[in-house]
């Protein structure tokens, strides 16, 4: 049962259904958790998820995959959409543990200001898994389920490196969230030392495609050249590109993103971008919801659990589907 942006009526619907399962067990159980009839049986616990934004439809495969193990397990998720607003987010959170939840999936708008919601959830006692990027307080999370974001941006610096002799970048990343910091650190790093790669402008787009062809488009009207891009993730690299198109500026420049999602791709597959390192928004997903029944079931889970990304260009991409993400 999925509830995204719950509503009264769907709150009213748990709280029902809690009483009619206590009712019905009180007449056919025979033992804690324990049917009548032997077949085992618990109460649905409910989860909650919470991602920076559902404008874009990385979070919409993370929310499906996490979906999927938890009402494979016969419990419900519901989940909130802060629309990149960590106040609304923090609210949001309160409001779901004033609801019930025992495990709460978290993707935080704000690494820092976040800290509030955990401390709330640390006093309420609902343990906390961070998925694709961290917060800064580690101390109130349980584990941190992401791609290695540093390795990803490095990926998409030696690409380049073998493609260009020489470059000059704009850079589109997003300060307040970690893992496009990280990933932007990691391509800087890269190319350090190499003063014929020179960034000529970094800005923060948001992590949304409509701000990367914003931003894009202004840097395009102070017409200072660029022939590469790197966006924090795939949908600002394809913001990025609207803008260039926009301006018939496209012809030359190097597009990279970080995401491997099908969009991207299929510019890809017809040669309008140069590359993508690919996260598994399925794969983080599952790991970080089977890390959270390992958790209830009392067993002991890792504090950091990194994913390796790999680099998708037009040489590889037959390996990989195009449609969908892996």
């Known amino acids: 049962m999925d509830a995204d942006f719950c509503t009264g009526k769907y709150r009213w619907g748990i709280r029902v259904l809690s009483l009619f399962l206590m ?9 804690c958790g324990r049917v009548s009839g032997g077949k085992d049986y618990h109460y649905p616990r409910i989860f909650g998820a919470t991602y920076m934004t559902r404008n874009n439809p990385y979070f919409d495969v993370v929310h499906e995959a996490l979906s999927e193990v938890v009402e494979g397990n016969g419990d419900i998720l519901i989940s909130r959409d802060p629309q990149q607003d960590q106040d609304k987010q923090n609210d949001q959170i309160l409001e779901m543990i004033d609801e019930g939840i025992e495990v709460l999936f978290l993707n935080p708008v704000d690494w820092e200001e976040v800290k509030p919601a955990l401390i709330a959830c640390q006093e309420a006692g609902v343990p906390v898994f961070n998925i694709d990027t961290i917060v800064k307080d580690t101390e109130y999370v ?45 391509f800087l790093d890269t190319i350090e030392g ?11 787009a948001a992590g949304e495609l409509e701000v990367g062809a914003k931003v894009t488009s202004a840097f395009l009207e102070k017409n200072i050249p660029f022939d590469v891009v790197l966006g924090g993730n ?13 301006h018939h500026s496209e012809e030359g420049v190097l597009i990279y993103g970080i995401d491997g999602s099908p969009d991207f791709k299929a510019m890809l597959d017809i040669g309008y971008v140069t590359g993508t390192s690919m996260q598994s928004p399925k794969g983080i997903a599952q790991r970080a919801a089977e890390e959270a029944y390992r958790y209830l079931d009392g067993e002991e889970v890792e504090p950091y659990i990194s994913i390796e990304p790999v680099i998708i260009t037009s ?9 969908g993400w892996q």
């Not at 795939?234 to 926009?246: I, K, N, R, V």
């Open 142 to 186: 349980v584990t941190t389920v992401e791609t290695d974001n540093y390795q990803a941006g490095v990926v998409c610096a030696e690409d380049m490196m073998q493609r260009v002799p020489s470059a000059k970048i704009l850079v589109l990343d997003n300060p307040i969230q970690m893992s496009i910091t990280y990933r932007v650190q990691g």
């Open 194 to 204: 190499h003063e014929e790669y020179e960034v000529v402008h970094q800005e923060a």
């Open 234 to 246: 795939d949908p600002t690299a394809l913001g990025a590109l609207a803008a260039l198109q926009q």
């Open 315 to 323: 040489e590889n991409l037959s390996e990989f589907e195009i449609n």
């Open 23 to 31: 009712g019905s067990a009180a007449l056919g159980v025979s033992g």
